[in-house]
């Protein structure tokens, strides 16, 4: 099954801005909009974003969510080093009546 | 406080069957459809299957499509998993989740010779 596309990493110095992409179709990304996860190594995903960009209260505002038509952006501000993880995006597809992942992003913060 | 707490893991040979259960509380547990999500070592998730808030619809991945079958019981905010013809493909943690918005920590599922 077709998953999402994302950059496999993205580098970036300290207390420096990272934008990571989520990229799909109108099937998934366009039609409900993509969640963000966040892992690090030994641990399950962590809901960093629903699908409609709410931020659970305990995730830090230097992370922010947006979506321009089916691709969708994670933006982290001031990157501190416990910011270094794997970073997923995931959507409900309509034509596979089924989720989609992407491949995953990891932040390495310099 | 949402808990997702997964349990039934373990070791078992090709060929044979696992059934995983998940406790949910801290949150509407009808109000949600769930899902198993797996992960294999070293790689990113990966849905396996959903079923819908009441129980009456489901649907799965391909590759698990007539091995694995998803239920809920509502009465018991509990979700199973029931996993035969297993595969050494099928190694994975497999999580308990509504995806959007909670995850359980995890089992582990081995299969091998």
């Known amino acids: 099954q077709a998953g999402l596309t994302q950059p496999p990493s993205v580098s970036k110095g300290l207390r420096q801005t990272a934008t990571l992409t989520c990229t799909g179709n109108?099937?998934?990304?366009?039609?409900?909009?993509a969640a963000w996860l966040q892992q690090h190594q030994g641990h399950p995903p962590k809901v960093l974003f629903d699908?409609?960009?709410n931020r659970p209260s305990e995730i830090s505002e230097r992370f922010s969510a947006s979506r321009s038509g089916a691709t969708a952006f994670l933006t982290i501000t001031g990157l501190q080093p416990e910011d270094e993880a794997d970073y997923y995006c995931?959507?409900?597809?309509?034509?596979?009546?089924?989720?989609?992942f992407g491949g995953g992003t990891k932040l390495i913060v310099l | 406080e949402v808990q997702l707490v997964e349990s039934g893991g373990g070791s078992v040979q090709p060929g044979g069957s696992l059934r995983l259960s998940c406790a949910a509380s801290?949150?509407?547990?009808?109000?949600?459809?769930m899902h198993w999500v797996r992960q294999a070592p070293g790689k990113g998730p990966v849905w396996v299957s959903r079923?819908?808030?009441?129980?009456?619809?489901?649907s799965y991945a391909d590759s698990v499509n007539g091995r694995f079958t998803i239920s809920r019981d509502n009465a018991k905010n509990t979700v199973y998993l029931q996993m035969n013809s297993l595969r050494d493909e099928d190694t994975a943690v497999y999580y308990c989740?509504?995806?959007?918005?909670?995850w359980g920590q995890g089992a582990l599922v081995t299969v091998s010779s």
């Open positions: 801290g949150f509407t547990f009808t109000n949600y459809w």
């Open positions: 995931s959507a409900w597809d309509s034509s596979l009546n089924g989720v989609v």
């Open positions: 699908r409609n960009n």
């Open positions: 989740t509504t995806v959007f918005e909670y």
């Open positions: 109108n099937n998934n990304v366009g039609f409900q909009g």
């Open positions: 079923v819908d808030s009441d129980g009456s619809g489901t």
